[in-house]
Protein backbone atom coordinates (compact mmCIF):
# COMPACT_ATOMS: atom_id res chain seq x y z
CA UNK A 1 0.00 0.00 0.00
CA UNK A 2 1.13 3.48 -0.62
CA UNK A 3 1.40 6.19 1.81
CA UNK A 4 -1.89 8.11 1.49
CA UNK A 5 -1.12 10.56 4.33
CA UNK A 6 2.24 11.57 2.15
CA UNK A 7 0.85 11.55 -0.97
CA UNK A 8 -1.98 14.51 0.35
CA UNK A 9 0.58 16.38 2.42
CA UNK A 10 2.60 16.57 -0.92
CA UNK A 11 -0.37 17.31 -3.07
CA UNK A 12 -0.90 20.13 -0.51
CA UNK A 13 2.02 21.48 0.03
CA UNK A 14 2.54 21.80 -3.92
CA UNK A 15 -1.17 23.84 -3.43
CA UNK A 16 -3.09 21.42 -5.56
CA UNK A 17 -7.02 20.82 -4.83
CA UNK A 18 -8.09 16.96 -5.20
CA UNK A 19 -9.57 18.17 -8.60
CA UNK A 20 -6.72 19.88 -9.76
CA UNK A 21 -4.09 17.61 -9.04
CA UNK A 22 -6.33 14.47 -10.55
CA UNK A 23 -6.16 16.65 -14.08
CA UNK A 24 -2.56 16.61 -13.97
CA UNK A 25 -1.98 12.97 -13.81
CA UNK A 26 -4.75 12.16 -15.61
CA UNK A 27 -7.50 10.19 -12.76
CA UNK A 28 -10.74 11.33 -11.32
CA UNK A 29 -11.01 12.74 -7.91
CA UNK A 30 -12.34 10.57 -6.59
CA UNK A 31 -9.63 8.06 -7.57
CA UNK A 32 -6.83 10.58 -5.93
CA UNK A 33 -8.80 10.60 -2.81
CA UNK A 34 -9.24 6.81 -2.29
CA UNK A 35 -5.81 6.76 -2.96
CA UNK A 36 -5.04 9.21 -0.46
CA UNK A 37 -6.98 7.14 2.52
CA UNK A 38 -5.21 3.80 1.29
CA UNK A 39 -8.64 2.37 -0.05
CA UNK A 40 -7.13 2.02 -3.74
CA UNK A 41 -3.64 0.81 -4.82
CA UNK A 42 -2.18 3.20 -8.17
CA UNK A 43 -0.77 1.35 -11.09
CA UNK A 44 3.14 1.78 -12.10
CA UNK A 45 2.24 4.43 -14.92
CA UNK A 46 -0.01 6.65 -12.20
CA UNK A 47 2.98 5.91 -9.38
CA UNK A 48 5.43 7.66 -12.20
CA UNK A 49 3.28 10.22 -12.94
CA UNK A 50 2.59 11.40 -9.44
CA UNK A 51 6.91 11.08 -9.00
CA UNK A 52 7.36 13.52 -11.95
CA UNK A 53 4.25 15.75 -11.29
CA UNK A 54 5.44 15.81 -7.23
CA UNK A 55 9.48 15.73 -7.86
CA UNK A 56 9.80 13.04 -5.16
CA UNK A 57 11.39 9.53 -6.20
CA UNK A 58 8.58 6.49 -6.29
CA UNK A 59 9.92 4.70 -3.92
CA UNK A 60 9.20 7.71 -1.13
CA UNK A 61 4.83 6.72 -1.71
CA UNK A 62 6.03 3.32 -0.04
CA UNK A 63 7.64 4.62 3.20
CA UNK A 64 6.32 4.82 6.06
CA UNK A 65 5.08 8.18 8.48
CA UNK A 66 7.86 9.47 9.47
CA UNK A 67 7.17 9.58 13.21
CA UNK A 68 6.14 5.97 13.15
CA UNK A 69 9.48 4.97 10.83
CA UNK A 70 11.91 2.64 12.48
CA UNK A 71 15.19 4.65 11.45
CA UNK A 72 17.51 5.85 13.45
CA UNK A 73 18.37 9.52 12.84
CA UNK A 74 21.51 11.68 14.42
CA UNK A 75 23.23 14.48 13.37
CA UNK A 76 25.08 12.76 10.76
CA UNK A 77 22.94 9.69 9.93
CA UNK A 78 19.94 8.16 8.83
CA UNK A 79 20.03 4.02 9.37
CA UNK A 80 17.14 2.10 8.15
CA UNK A 81 17.87 -1.54 9.65
CA UNK A 82 17.65 -4.85 7.16
CA UNK A 83 14.12 -5.74 8.47
CA UNK A 84 12.46 -2.34 8.57
CA UNK A 85 13.45 -1.37 4.64
CA UNK A 86 9.97 -0.96 2.82
CA UNK A 87 8.95 -2.72 -0.15
CA UNK A 88 7.22 -1.63 -3.75
CA UNK A 89 4.78 -3.87 -5.08
CA UNK A 90 5.61 -4.72 -8.66
CA UNK A 91 3.99 -5.75 -11.39
CA UNK A 92 6.08 -8.24 -12.54
CA UNK A 93 5.81 -11.81 -10.68
CA UNK A 94 8.03 -12.54 -8.26
CA UNK A 95 10.25 -9.20 -8.65
CA UNK A 96 11.35 -7.79 -4.85
CA UNK A 97 12.29 -4.45 -4.87
CA UNK A 98 13.04 -3.01 -1.54
CA UNK A 99 13.81 0.53 -0.66
CA UNK A 100 17.12 1.41 0.53
CA UNK A 101 17.08 5.48 0.93
CA UNK A 102 14.61 6.96 3.90
CA UNK A 103 11.31 8.78 3.30
CA UNK A 104 12.60 12.32 2.15
CA UNK A 105 11.34 15.12 4.35
CA UNK A 106 10.91 19.00 4.35
CA UNK A 107 13.71 18.40 6.80
CA UNK A 108 15.88 16.49 4.60
CA UNK A 109 17.44 16.83 0.60
CA UNK A 110 18.44 13.33 -0.58
CA UNK A 111 19.78 13.66 -4.12
CA UNK A 112 19.45 10.09 -4.79
CA UNK A 113 17.22 6.93 -4.05
CA UNK A 114 18.53 3.79 -4.12
CA UNK A 115 16.71 0.52 -4.08
CA UNK A 116 17.79 -3.44 -3.42
CA UNK A 117 15.91 -5.65 -6.36
CA UNK A 118 15.49 -9.63 -6.18
CA UNK A 119 14.69 -10.88 -9.36
CA UNK A 120 13.51 -14.70 -10.21
CA UNK A 121 15.40 -16.90 -12.47
CA UNK A 122 14.00 -16.10 -16.34
CA UNK A 123 12.61 -12.73 -15.49
CA UNK A 124 12.22 -9.16 -16.67
CA UNK A 125 12.50 -6.15 -14.49
CA UNK A 126 9.72 -4.59 -16.61
CA UNK A 127 7.01 -6.10 -19.14
CA UNK A 128 8.49 -3.73 -21.52
CA UNK A 129 11.45 -1.42 -22.57
CA UNK A 130 10.53 1.72 -20.21
CA UNK A 131 12.00 5.45 -20.39
CA UNK A 132 13.30 6.91 -17.08
CA UNK A 133 12.49 10.43 -15.96
CA UNK A 134 15.80 10.16 -14.05
CA UNK A 135 19.22 8.73 -15.15
CA UNK A 136 19.90 5.82 -12.86
CA UNK A 137 23.05 3.42 -12.44
CA UNK A 138 22.78 -0.43 -11.88
CA UNK A 139 24.75 -2.57 -10.05
CA UNK A 140 24.61 -6.76 -10.19
CA UNK A 141 25.45 -8.43 -6.94
CA UNK A 142 24.40 -11.68 -7.27
CA UNK A 143 23.94 -13.80 -10.50
CA UNK A 144 24.14 -12.13 -14.25
CA UNK A 145 21.88 -9.44 -15.59
CA UNK A 146 21.03 -8.22 -19.22
CA UNK A 147 20.36 -4.35 -19.92
CA UNK A 148 18.36 -4.32 -22.74
CA UNK A 149 18.33 -1.35 -25.15
CA UNK A 150 16.55 -0.66 -28.49
CA UNK A 151 19.86 -1.88 -30.28
CA UNK A 152 21.89 -3.66 -27.83
CA UNK A 153 22.13 -5.83 -24.97
CA UNK A 154 24.94 -5.58 -22.27
CA UNK A 155 25.80 -8.33 -20.06
CA UNK A 156 26.26 -7.57 -16.69
CA UNK A 157 28.10 -9.33 -13.98
CA UNK A 158 28.44 -9.03 -10.38
CA UNK A 159 29.96 -5.80 -9.31
CA UNK A 160 29.56 -4.22 -12.96
CA UNK A 161 28.21 -1.02 -13.37
CA UNK A 162 25.81 0.36 -15.65
CA UNK A 163 25.10 4.39 -16.32
CA UNK A 164 21.49 4.95 -18.03
CA UNK A 165 20.91 8.24 -19.13
CA UNK A 166 17.91 10.01 -18.75
CA UNK A 167 15.44 9.35 -21.46
CA UNK A 168 17.15 5.99 -22.89
CA UNK A 169 14.23 3.02 -23.26
CA UNK A 170 15.63 -0.07 -21.83
CA UNK A 171 14.38 -2.95 -19.53
CA UNK A 172 16.50 -5.56 -17.18
CA UNK A 173 16.42 -9.05 -17.58
CA UNK A 174 17.94 -12.15 -15.85
CA UNK A 175 18.02 -14.90 -18.43
CA UNK A 176 19.75 -17.50 -16.19
CA UNK A 177 18.67 -20.39 -13.99
CA UNK A 178 19.51 -18.78 -10.79
CA UNK A 179 17.98 -15.56 -8.95
CA UNK A 180 19.62 -12.28 -9.58
CA UNK A 181 20.02 -9.44 -7.43
CA UNK A 182 20.88 -6.36 -7.92
CA UNK A 183 20.92 -1.83 -6.69
CA UNK A 184 19.45 0.44 -8.79
CA UNK A 185 20.21 4.13 -7.71
CA UNK A 186 18.64 6.95 -9.29
CA UNK A 187 18.52 11.23 -8.56
Do not use: W
Not at 6 to 14: N, Q, T
Not at 128 to 149: H, S
Not at 150 to 175: F, S
Amino acid sequence: MINGSYLRKLRKSHHYTLIEFSQEIGCTASFLSQLERGQKEPSLNTLRKLSEVLGVPIASFFLPEEESAPLTYSSDYILTRKENRPTIPFPVPGVRCEVLTPNPSANTFLPISAMHFHLPPQTAYLEELTVRKNDAGICPMIGELYAVFEKEEVLLRPGDCLYIHTGVAHNLINRSDEPCEFFLFSN
